[in-house]
């Protein structure tokens, strides 16, 4: 096999290579098993963003295409996992086997690289499989935790039922086209008749998807797996595998059903996704208000993300798609530094409760402001990051024909709405006082990883072009899978 063969899939192979071997690392030293995964890292991203910088598209076998979207999608995976891995750093996460730990977080990246290549159903199956059963083993991962535990039985049978009627619907899409190739079952859809079973493949398929990506109403098992789950693989399913979910819709929905179909789509599947959109977005912030554990309220929060970026489903535009594109590279940073904070306090003996963040801005001002950064960039605060992609993301639904007028006031109100819990965290911070008046010194890595994301949080709202020229070259590429 030469290299033009295996040069699409070459950031995988590293991964591959590496988890193999990271268990290894980790048996002889522990914190060697962190710096192997790191150096690994870093290649991947090298050698994707050398792929893109050299404008390459590649086809591996016909089911899988590295081109600009591919490209950007696996650079957003891999910074999660870099920004996972610093914060392992110091071992302040309570994980013993660590080599273990980093093969299964690199195993659950390799397979999102492959979802946002494929072109095969089978293939983005494999890929949406392989992430999955590594996230089931990393959330049980603290295995004496009662907590952990629970949240990994709730992810593992929710996990069995949403692959059971993803699966089911697949294989009706198969049966109605013939084919396992997307263009192909799109081509199908766009000359065929619609007939019972394709509706019930629409059905089927929304469900099995919803839960992965925590949509009203499968997203119950979110905030206890969030809680449970020690706070890294939380960030890592928060910020990673959730995107890979929304890849998954934008490939079947938006290509199948919308884009490829004459005549603007398919107004029903459009309508579909505007409701469980709207819906979505306002259970997700008025559940959040009644928390008081701040990772139960970032998990609703994050059910609330998710109804934002269903808006591009429902437009069904390029110009929608680049501004869910924008956003979910947004949220990576904004969400992921959130949860970073929260498991940085965590390792030193903070709750995980609002009220034990009272006083927060006396005892680590650098971390409090970070949080506030992260919580207003949430809530779209300018000149923030979240207030750009959102804007780019409502402002998409904004169409001469007015159809979906009432989506964007729906999603503005509840971005109010938002503000509301996410201003009751800095008000904690900044205006209660707190029982304990030591400083709070968080770890290195930790520290680091916060101050990636801060600084891509205000880089990002301040100059959002540069992303924004990389999420319209993904669209590009993205249209040119039909």
Known sequence: MDLDMIKPILPQIILLVALLLVPAVGIIKKKLAVWFTLIAVICAMCVTG???YDGYTGIFYGMYVFNDFTGLMALVFLTVLLLVTIMSITGSDSIKRRGEFFALLMGATVGMIFVAGSTSLIMMFIGIEATSISSYALVAFRKNDPKSAEAAVKYLIIGGISTALSLY??????????????????????HGSYTWAYIVAVITVIAG?????????FHFWAPD??????????????TGSKKMGFIVFFKIFLVMFIVAVPLGGVPEVQWIFAIIAAITMTVGNIIAISQTSIKRMLAYSSIAQAGYILIVLAVGTPYALEGGLFHMITHVFMKGGAFIVVAALCARGLGENISDYRGLAKRAPLIAFAMLLFLFSLAGIPPLAGFDSKFILFSSAVTDDGTWIWLVAVAVINSAI??????????????????????????????IAIAICAIATVAIGIYPTLVLEWCEKAVTAFLSMI
């Open 50 to 52: 050398w792929l893109m």
């Open 225 to 238: 797996v969030y809680e449970g789950a020690p706070t890294s693989v939380t960030t890592f399913l928060a």
């Open 418 to 447: 938002s503000l509301y819990y996410y201003a009751r965290v800095v008000k904690a911070m900044y205006v209660d006082k707190g029982s304990e008046s030591s400083a709070v010194k968080v770890p290195m890595s930790f520290a």
């Open 209 to 217: 998807f919803g839960f992965k990506v925590a949509i009203v109403p």
């Open 169 to 190: 619907g697949i294989s009706l899409l198969y049966g109605l086209s013939g084919s396992v190739y997307i263009s192909d079952v799109a081509d199908y859809l766009a």
